[in-house]
C-alpha cells in the first residue's frame, strides 16, 4: 500500500502546487477564512468521506472511514493567513491587501488536500480511521485548535499528528524531537499610570515614563536572576507607548509584553515576577497600575513513543525526496497544535522548505516563500506515516 500510496502523489504532485498557489492568492486571517473553508468542503464534495463544516467555527473535519478495525489517526493542517502586506513579487502573490500566507499554512492545506483525496481512493487498504482536521486560526490566540476540540474534533481519535514546513530548514531534511518542543506563551497589558504635568516642574507630577522605563529593565532580571540557568524563557516588550510633547510630563504609559517558556512551572514563575515587579513599581514611584495578562498556547509536548514510532516509520520508508532525517533542538516560536496534544498522545515535526536558490526570508517576513517541493516531501512523510499506523494497529 505504502508504495502506491507514494507513486499515487508523485504523480499529484502539480495538484498540490496548483492548491498552494490559489489559497496563496486568497488569503484570509484568523477567524476570518469564510471562503477556505467553503473552498476546502468543496474540495470534498462526492468523495467517499464524511464531511463535518464549522467545527469550532470555520474548522472542516474529514472522517475516512475503512470499515474495518483498528484505532483513529488524526493529521492536522492549519489554513490562515497574517495580517502582512506581501513583498515576494510572485505572480500569484496576494490579491488581498494588508494580507499574506507569510507562514506556509497554504502548503499545509495543499498537501493535506490531495493526501486525504488520495487515502480516499485507498480507503479499501486502510485499518481504522483517518480523521482529517483542516484547522482555522492557527496564529491567532485564543487559536482555532481548542475551539474545534471543544467542538468534538477529537471524539474517538487516539493519536495526533502534525507538519510545518520550515523555510529556514534544507529542503529534503526532517527534523523531529520527543517531549517539549514548542514554547508556550503569554502577553500582557499594562497600564502604569502616574500623574501628569510640565516639564518644568517635575516635583509637582509623577512621570509614568519614568516608571514605565524602570519597568521595562527590570523585567530583564526575571530571566536573568529568578529562574534557573537551565530553565529556557523569554519576556519581550513589544510596544511603549509614551508619546507626547516634550515638555509634557506623561500620565499613563501602556506597553505590551510577550512571554516564551519551555515548562508550564517557568510560566507561572514568570507571570508571579512580572505581579511582583509591579507591585514594587507601584510603592517604589508611587504609580498605580493595570495589568491584563493572558496566558494561550501552552507547551508543545510531543509523546516519546509515537515520536519514536515517527522516526523510525520515516527512516525505514525509503522517500526520494527526503535527504535527511535528524533530530533538532525545540523551536522558540508557539504553536496551538499544543491544544491536540494536551488531549491525545501527538507528534509534531518539520519538513524543510528552503528555496532551491538558498536565499530565504524567516516565517512572517513580507517576503517569506517556500519551496513547493516541499509540499510532496510533507505529503509523502505524512502519508507514509498513515500507511504504517493503519497497518500497526490494525486488529
Known sequence: MKRQLLAKLTEKQNQIIEIRRYLHAHPE????????????????????????????????????????????????????????????????????????????????????????????????????????????????????AIAMIHDGCLDGVDHVLGIHVMSTMSTGEIAYREGPIQTGRASFKVKIMGRGGHGSSPHMANDAIVASSEFVVALQTIISRRLNPFDVGSITIGSFDGRGSFNVIKDAVLLEGDVRAMTEATRTLIEKEIRRILDGLATMFGITYSLDYENDYPVLVNDVALTEFVTKSLQETAIAEVTEITRCEPQPPSEDFAYYAQERPSCFFYVGAMPANGVFFPHHHPKFDLNEDSLLIAAKAMGTLVADYTEKYKE
Open 29 to 144: 486571517l484568523s477567524f476570518q477564512e469564510e471562503n477556505t473553508a467553503a473552498y476546502i468542503a468543496d474540495f470534498y464534495k462526492n468523495k467517499d468521506c464524511d464531511v463535518r463544516t464549522n467545527v469550532g467555527g470555520h474548522g472542516v473535519v474529514v472522517t475516512i472511514d475503512s470499515g474495518k478495525p483498528g484505532r483513529t489517526l488524526a493529521i492536522r493542517a492549519d489554513f490562515d493567513a497574517l495580517p502582512i502586506q506581501e513583498e515576494t513579487g510572485l505572480s500569484f502573490a496576494s490579491q488581498n491587501p494588508g494580507v499574506m500566507h507569510a507562514c506556509g499554512h497554504d502548503g499545509h492545506t495543499a498537501y493535506m488536500l490531495v493526501l486525504a483525496e488520495t487515502l480516499i481512493e485507498m480507503k479499501n487498504q486502510l485499518h481504522g480511521k483517518i480523521v482529517i482536521l483542516h484547522q482555522p486560526a492557527e496564529e491567532t490566540p485564543p487559536g482555532g
